[in-house]
């Protein structure tokens, strides 16, 4: 079907095409000039002092696990609600994900279930960024201190959002942001690692480049894998991290335009903005207090392409075996049965925000037929 509104268009077009004719030209795939300045962008804009590619977000997570030793044995917190890959990548180490529920009012980790999810197993613990706001890190990186703990932050969908200053993922031993197709500065497929730990930056390095510092020397010090990225990739990235202030722009005037278009319907509410953290927003998720499944029918028979939250993580078909209670998680029960995501793509038209609103009204007002 193709939809009027779709969910997401990533903001693309002459920059990336004329770089992308470099790389062809060059004939030079793999990693070069453009993953260099790539990487030279983000440290310079997020302030971390190391940062390594890596294929994806996912990977990105795995790798960094790996990296601060993370294995068999171990136990790594997870909110519970985040996407999949939060939780597969710690389960692929080995280690076991644990699972704690959320804030409502922000949908970031509940800082004080952290605490009490804590056992003689914990290694690390992982703050997802949401949405894209700043989970509140000053606490958690308190609590990493008192017990000892790693603290690896999953930024997939938080580039440009910075917590009291500092921007998210260089704030914890390690960090990733993701690059894939539906974030807010996009390669296609692309992920990176930040840290300021000079160490962990050597084993990151080892890590994603057959346990070797240098490619083209055929012999490998340590155990690695290959978690490279390619200069078709970054020449993109590079274009992308340069528009980035007028993506951030594009996308706040958007998420405004719906907030005063449906400020006025009780029945949708929009997530709560937390003042240590700016906002870049990821998608438009709005909670609403009746008929969530019909409503979505509603906008998708309108040509509105929506998206549900995040399915809580404990209770994913291929977690299982971790054995969770439904009722340890009232949190992201709740959130996940009201909430929805509307589209925020920096192309968006004012018209069409302005007939999703329409739709949602209609559906509300007409007392939900
Ligand atoms: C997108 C996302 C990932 C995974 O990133 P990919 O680049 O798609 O592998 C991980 N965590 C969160 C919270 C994400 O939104």
């Not at 993370?70 to 519970?80: A, L, S």
Request: a negative charge; one cysteine or more.
């Amino acid at each position: 079907m193709k939809y009027r509104v779709p969910q997401l268009e990533p903001y693309i077009g002459q920059e990336e095409l004329e770089n992308l004719k470099k790389v062809i030209e060059k004939k030079w795939l793999t990693e070069g000039d453009f993953s260099r300045e790539f990487l030279e962008i983000i440290k310079d804009f997020t302030g971390a002092k190391y940062a390594v590619l890596a294929n994806n977000g996912t990977l990105a997570l795995f790798l960094g696990l790996l990296a601060l030793d993370v294995g068999k044995g171990d136990e790594v917190i997870v909110p519970d609600f985040t996407f999949n890959a939060s939780a597969s990548s710690v389960a692929f180490t080995g280690a076991k994900p644990v699972f704690v529920d959320i804030d409502e009012g922000n949908l970031n980790v509940d800082v004080e279930k952290i605490e009490e999810a804590i056992t003689e197993k914990t290694k690390a613990i992982m703050p997802v960024h949401i949405y894209g706001q700043s989970a509140d890190m000053d606490p958690i990186m308190k609590l990493a201190r008192e017990y000892n703990l790693r603290v690896i932050e999953d930024a997939a969908e938080a580039y440009g959002v910075f917590y009291k200053g500092k921007h998210v993922g260089t704030i914890g031993d390690v960090g990733i942001i993701s690059f894939f197709a539906d974030k807010t500065v996009t390669c296609g497929e692309g992920g990176v690692i930040l840290t300021n730990n000079e160490e962990l930056y050597d084993r990151l390095r080892y890590l994603r480049n057959q346990g070797r510092l240098e490619s083209g020397s055929f012999i490998h010090p340590q155990l690695g894998m290959n978690f490279r990225m390619t200069d078709l990739q970054c020449a993109v990235g590079v274009a992308q991290l340069k528009k980035f202030k007028e993506i951030k722009e594009k996308k706040i005037k958007n998420y405004r335009l719906y907030q005063s278009l449906l400020k006025d319907l009780e029945e949708v509410s929009f997530i709560e903005e937390v003042n240590y953290s700016n906002f870049v927003p990821f998608r438009v998720p709005i909670r609403v207090k009746n008929d969530l499944e019909r409503l979505i029918q509603h906008l998708e028979n309108s040509g509105v392409q929506t998206r549900r939250f995040f399915y809580p993580l404990h209770k994913q078909p291929c977690f299982n075996y971790l054995g969770y209670k439904d009722d340890d998680f009232p949190i992201t029960n709740k959130v996940y049965s009201e909430g929805l995501c509307l589209p925020v793509f920096p192309g968006l038209k004012e018209e069409q925000i302005e007939y999703i609103c329409e739709k949602i009204k209609e559906f509300y007002q007409r007392g939900q037929k």
